[in-house]
């Protein structure tokens, strides 16, 4: 019988990993199964684009996965039972349950409420593509003269209040944020950002905290009533609670606890990459829930997956994080660097050639997931007869 892994999730971090073990795996040893709820790759990055009216390249997943043996469910998560190693999911067909011997968790993360009051009901958010249609159809009947009001503070925030400024003119924005909008950013890029904003007629609201929202407007903790024919909630990540109910051990944010190969430290038959894990980062902090993550602990978590399958022995993967990249429009950008403590470094790259750097770095992400054959060796290792869970098999 084929040994069966399973991946959960087909973002960034799903994909990678995915493929990658599509393209070192003998297909006689392994059958590797994917589920996704959307039948295509979605660019998160993309979203607030989206949402302000553009369109995106159209990315099926079993294109993707053509010729590399990867079979793929088009089905919602909705339970794992990590004791008896299975996965439970839905699709318009009904509900089926999937057994694994290895899972890769990858189901990223969604907007982060922080118990406010009215934010599923009455909100709009960009962390998924339904959420991005559905604010678009919003912006659609507003027309002109509608006014957005944008929660947050933070990367999202930031990218979606420009890019529905930019691209809906006639529309009136307004963010309003519990801190100072930009405040990690070094001085210079701070003042692009603001300038940006003045340059859209973004009206910012700092140090305010919103306790409720409604239909027609968000309520600030001290009484402020912000009108809104939109309001979007951008103020930051919160992972699914599936992990956390699966029996696997969690982190109070819900992050999957894993040790330095990315194995759950409850359950070594189960990885987690992306969003989902809970990293301390090269520089002692917790790695970000950003794109960023997606990548090295992707590249880890699959190192340390085909480590102890076939009893080869890798790299260590470096957790280190440079800095944040933020559009503001399409013409526009930051790409600010940071310090070994995450502090802001004096310089950053601004204007139009942040945006274009940004705009490759995306193209290249959505290029590599597009053709994961391109390029890579395929070495086709083996399952070995005995496995151990050995802190002596180092992750890359």
């Known amino acids: 019988m084929k040994h069966r892994i399973v991946v959960l999730g087909a973002g960034y971090a799903g994909a990678f990993s995915a493929t990658f073990l599509a393209r070192q795996l003998h297909s006689d040893d392994f059958e590797i199964t994917v589920v996704n709820a959307e039948p295509d790759f979605v660019e998160r990055l993309r979203l607030h684009q989206l949402a302000a009216g553009q369109e995106l390249r159209h990315r099926p997943l079993a294109e993707v996965f053509a010729g590399t043996g990867i079979r793929l469910r088009v089905a919602r998560v909705t339970s794992i039972d990590a004791e008896h190693r299975t996965v439970t999911v839905g699709d318009g067909a009904g509900i089926d349950r999937l057994e694994y011997d290895t899972l890769l968790y990858a189901l990223g993360s969604t907007i982060a409420d922080h118990g ?115 309001t979007v909630w951008a103020a930051g990540f919160a992972v699914h609670p599936i992990a956390a109910a699966s029996g696997l051990a969690v982190e109070p944010n819900g992050q999957i606890t894993v040790d330095q190969q990315l194995r759950s430290v409850s359950h070594p038959n189960v990885y987690a990459a992306g969003d989902s894990v809970f990293v301390i980062g090269d520089n002692g902090l917790p790695y970000p829930m950003s794109c960023a993550s997606a990548g090295p602990t992707s590249k880890a978590a699959t ?94």
């Open 116 to 230: 406010v009051p009215g934010v599923d009901e009455h909100a709009f958010h960009v962390a998924a593509r339904p959420a991005a249609l559905r604010l678009r159809a919003r912006l659609d009947e507003l027309g002109e003269g509608g006014h957005v009001l944008v929660v947050g503070g933070n990367l999202t925030a930031i990218e979606a209040a420009t890019e529905l400024a930019e691209s809906r003119p006639g529309l009136r924005v307004s963010l309003v944020t519990r801190g100072e909008l930009g405040g990690w950013l070094g001085a210079k890029a701070r003042s692009h950002m603001l300038r940006a904003f003045d340059r859209f007629g973004i009206t910012v609201h700092e140090h305010t905290a919103i306790a409720r929202v409604e239909a027609a407007a968000a309520i600030a903790a001290d009484g402020t009533v912000f009108t809104a024919d939109a």
């Open 303 to 396: 190192a340390a997956i085909i480590g102890d399958l076939t009893g080869r022995k890798v790299a260590p993967t470096t957790f280190s994080y440079i800095g944040n990249h933020i559009s503001l429009g399409r013409n526009d950008g930051l790409f600010q660097l940071v310090d070994g403590d995450a502090r802001a470094k004096p310089g950053a790259l601004r204007g139009r050639a942040a945006a274009r750097v940004k705009s490759a770095i995306i193209n290249t992400a959505a290029w590599a997931v597009s053709h994961p054959t391109f390029g890579k060796p395929n070495h086709k290792y083996r399952l070995a007869t005995t496995r151990e869970h050995s802190p002596d098999v180092v992750a890359a």
